[in-house]
């Protein structure tokens, strides 16, 4: 069984910055692929970035590459995504997840594990 919790979410101005994290507890295996979603009121839940454990190999959604940063820590057992330039479309419920197929998928659907989530609204 595994854990997450998020944390860091919270209201911004456009063009800010937030800092989230997820603490993973339970049974995480170096193959295992950490990732971070997010879901907007009347949208689908959307990938935004992942990362693996073992090696660090990173894949991220098209609308963050160049303003989000995903990382890991492997001695505390967390992740981190850390947004700048934050833009009112970037609104939603941010949630951790990890699977465990070492592929860095962006389907929702892969992730077996999920956190509980953290709001993030930025405003205009």
């Known amino acids: 069984q595994v854990q997450l919790v998020e944390s860091g979410g919270g209201l911004v101005q456009a063009g800010g910055s937030l800092r989230l994290s997820c603490a993973v507890s339970?049974?995480?295996?170096?193959?295992?692929?950490m990732g971070w979603f997010r879901q907007a009121p009347g949208k689908e839940r959307e990938f935004v970035a992942a990362?693996?454990?073992?090696?660090?190999?990173?894949n991220y959604a098209d609308s963050v590459k160049g303003r989000f940063t995903i990382s890991r820590d492997n001695a505390k057992n967390t992740v981190a995504l850390q947004m700048d330039s934050l833009k009112p479309e970037d609104t939603a419920v941010y949630y951790c997840?990890?699977?465990?197929?070492?592929?860095?998928?962006?389907?929702?659907?892969?992730?077996?594990?999920w956190g509980q989530g953290t709001q993030v609204t930025v405003s205009s």
């Open positions: 339970g049974r995480i295996f170096r193959n295992n692929v």
């Open positions: 997840a990890t699977e465990a197929s070492f592929i860095l998928s962006t389907r929702a659907t892969a992730y077996d594990y």
């Open positions: 990362i693996r454990w073992s090696d660090g190999r990173l």
